[in-house]
């Protein structure tokens, strides 16, 4: 099974400042990795495929970018609804598909 | 616009069995395999399964293999898990997904609460 870690477990960032958000695999995934968004009693959402691509109707200020076992999530400029719970997946070897733990940014 | 719809939550008792169900609409069911993916409470997220778009194949997070079944029936568009044997640490939401390689789509979920 791929374990994937996200770093720091917390990131507190002030509304319009950057957030770059850590995910490490433990075995190379090449770039099968998602990024998720999840607010507070709500459903996740897919927010970045194949390490770098957005998805549909996504921010531009959202950015992933890494491959094989380290990747990052870039939020330029955080915005009021950007305050959530990030999580990143891959994709590469599964069954299982495989969570980080999460990290949250919240308004510092 | 895609719609997945979860229910068949509720409280049990330890050792009883529940079954789920997602209604998915927006999009040709019959060609998109599904995923059942659970959040305990103030916890992360946890893959728990996975059935192919014919229903060829499904796959299982150890924790639940043995005790859980996804099944879906194209006629109504509906992906089911049926949970026998549910213990405590089943306690969650549990979401359905659409399947590319990664989770496009997702419900809100239905919570399971396991509590004697």
């Known amino acids: 099974e791929i374990v994937m870690t996200q770093s720091p477990a917390t990131l507190s960032v002030s509304p319009g400042e950057r957030a770059t958000l850590s995910c490490r695999a433990s075995q190379s995934v090449s770039s099968h990795l998602a990024w998720y968004q999840q607010k507070p009693g709500q459903a996740p959402r897919l927010l970045i495929y194949?390490?770098?691509t957005r998805a549909t109707d996504i921010p531009v200020r959202f950015s992933g970018s890494g491959s094989g076992t380290e990747f990052t999530l870039t939020i330029s400029g955080l915005q009021s609804e950007d305050f959530a719970v990030y999580y990143c997946?891959?994709?590469?070897?599964?069954?299982?598909?495989?969570f980080g733990q999460g990290t949250k940014v919240e308004i510092k | 616009q895609v719609q997945l719809v979860e229910s068949g939550g509720g409280v049990v008792q330890p050792g009883g069995s529940l079954r789920l169900s997602c209604a998915a609409s927006?999009?040709?069911?019959?060609?998109?395999?599904m995923h059942w993916v659970r959040q305990a409470p103030g916890k992360g997220l946890e893959w728990v399964a996975f059935i192919e778009h014919d229903g060829s194949s499904a796959y299982y997070a150890d924790s639940v293999e043995g005790r859980f079944t996804v099944s879906r029936d194209s006629s109504k568009n509906t992906l089911y898990l049926q949970m026998n044997s549910l213990r405590s640490e089943d306690t969650a939401v549990y979401h359905c997904a659409r399947a590319h390689y990664y989770f496009d789509h997702w419900g809100q979920g239905t919570l399971v609460t396991v509590s004697s």
């Open positions: 927006g999009f040709t069911f019959s060609t998109f395999g």
């Open positions: 997946q891959q994709y590469n070897k599964r069954p299982p598909w495989t």
């Open positions: 194949d390490a770098s």
